[in-house]
């Protein structure tokens, strides 16, 4: 993936077992989050990255969480636990991630409305880098 770029379509399953794509997203703003439960700034920038799901939901935003390659019940229980409610994806061979050159965890992709990459953050996000870095490009 490349800032400017657009992101080609890909499909997934989430927890739930049913087929998510991309695409189903058209129009809206998306963040794509890979992370791992083995991943301690994975697990602690989920909190902020729920809370903002839930603040700028309204305006079409969502975040698709694409776990690498853990075990869905794994997954599931840790999601459960924590009471996130965002939509969790499945790449179970990590090939999602890799086409989209993700080597590090977390690594989160900013789609904007018209499709096309709009920022690449490696690393953990916090809530403040959330409002400053992500929340003003959500309306391209």
């Known amino acids: 993936a490349r800032v400017g770029a657009a992101l080609r379509n890909f499909?997934?399953?989430?927890?739930s077992g049913k087929q998510v794509q991309l695409?189903?997203?058209a129009g809206r703003p998306v963040l794509i989050n890979a992370w791992a439960t083995w991943c301690p700034p994975c697990r602690a920038e989920m909190p902020a990255l729920h809370d903002f799901y839930q603040d700028h939901q309204a305006e079409g935003f969502t975040l698709l969480a694409v776990n690498a390659g853990?075990?869905?019940a794994q997954v599931q229980g840790f999601i459960q636990q924590a009471g996130f409610t965002f939509p969790v994806l499945l790449d179970?061979?990590?090939?999602l991630?890799?086409?989209l050159g993700i080597r590090s965890?977390?690594?989160?992709?900013?789609?904007g409305r018209d499709g096309k990459v709009k920022t690449i953050h490696v690393g953990m996000l916090t809530a403040d880098q959330l409002q400053t870095e992500i929340a003003p490009l959500l309306a391209r």
């Open 11 to 15: 499909t997934l399953t989430d927890l």
């Open 70 to 72: 853990e075990a869905p």
């Open 97 to 99: 991630l890799t086409d």
């Open 23 to 25: 695409s189903d997203y």
């Open 92 to 95: 179970p061979n990590i090939t």
């Open 105 to 111: 965890f977390p690594t989160s992709i900013l789609v």
